[in-house]
């Protein structure tokens, strides 16, 4: 129950970022919607820093988890803009621009989700820190 | 985009990205990944919301939708709905545990299911 919580919370913050990102920067409906790739590449990175990282630590709880991946970084990103915004390219005719805009999205998806998932992942198991205290005992 | 938009719609746009964020997040529950395999629960969210997006968007073109009905179904709902995030990183994991063919497949189907979809919406109400 927590959990569905902080989905709907997370939920809420990440549409509001996203619909402050549509506002900030409008697009034309039939327009290479740059502002849906940059929110969608961002998501898909932090999304995959998280996962690599924070996420792989036992204490870290399954409702902040939820709230945070599936309800923020999940409702921030988003597909059906951009198969919607694909349909409206095509029946205009901006085929050149459609394939541009599905090929960026994807592969910068990807990218994206798998830079996320090493950064995190370097950073979450980087060696223990030299300088722990030590009495002497354990040596 | 009109112009300036009220409180109670941007708060009815995040209240259905809610609605749309907890409706993914229960079908995924009810539908486990098992570990190598497509996540289908996300699929199934994703190729949805995009119909819905393509129905709304047609509505909304032949001005039987209005500017700020649209916002609130199309950025909020669909867009809580869907997910690009939690997609990528899925694929990425396959590609990871050396399911390429999982992989592949949850590319392949999310972008054709989801584009038909989304086209199939748009069609059937222009």
Redesign the interface.
């Known amino acids: 129950m927590r ?2 919580l902080a ?6 913050v ?3 970022l ?2 402050a990102c ?2 900030a920067f ?1 697009h034309a ?1 039939d327009a290479f919607p740059v502002e849906t790739l940059v929110v ?1 590449l961002a ?2 990175l ?3 820093w998280l ?1 690599g990282g924070l996420w792989t630590r036992p204490s870290t709880p399954m409702w902040l988890k ?1 709230g945070i ?3 923020l ?12 915004a ?3 390219l ?2 205009e005719g901006e085929w050149l621009t459609a394939v541009a805009y ?1 090929l960026v ?2 592969l910068g ?2 990218a ?3 830079a ?2 090493r950064i995190g992942s370097l950073i979450a198991h980087r060696p223990m820190p030299t300088e722990v205290t030590d009495a002497g005992e354990t040596l | ?1 009109t112009g300036a ?1 009220s409180p109670l719609v ?1 708060a009815a ?10 409706l ?3 079908l ?1 529950r009810a539908l486990p990944v098992r570990p190598g395999h497509l996540p289908g629960g996300i699929l199934i969210v ?1 190729v949805v ?2 119909a ?3 129905a709304l ?1 047609g509505l909304a073109e032949r001005a039987a939708l209005d500017g700020d009905l649209r ?1 609130v179904l ?3 709902f ?12 899925e ?3 396959l ?2 545990g050396g399911r390429w063919r999982a992989a592949a497949l949850n ?1 392949v189907m ?2 054709v299911l ?2 038909a ?3 199939g919406g ?1 069609l059937l109400v222009s």
């Open positions: 959990s569905y989905v709907a919370l997370g939920g809420l990440g549409t509001g996203r619909l549509d506002l409008p409906d969608n998501g898909a932090a999304l995959g996962v939820a991946g599936p309800g970084l999940g409702s921030f990103t988003t597909l059906s803009a951009v198969t919607a694909l349909v409206v095509g029946r599905l999205s994807v998806g990807l994206a989700a798998a996320g998932l | 985009m938009l941007v746009v995040l209240v259905a990205g809610a609605v749309g964020a907890v993914r997040y229960a995924s994703n919301g995009s819905v997006a393509g968007i916002l199309v950025t909020g669909c867009g809580g709905l869907t997910t690009f995030s939690t997609w990528s990183v694929t990425i994991e590609v990871d590319v999310t972008l989801g584009i979809a989304a086209a748009y």
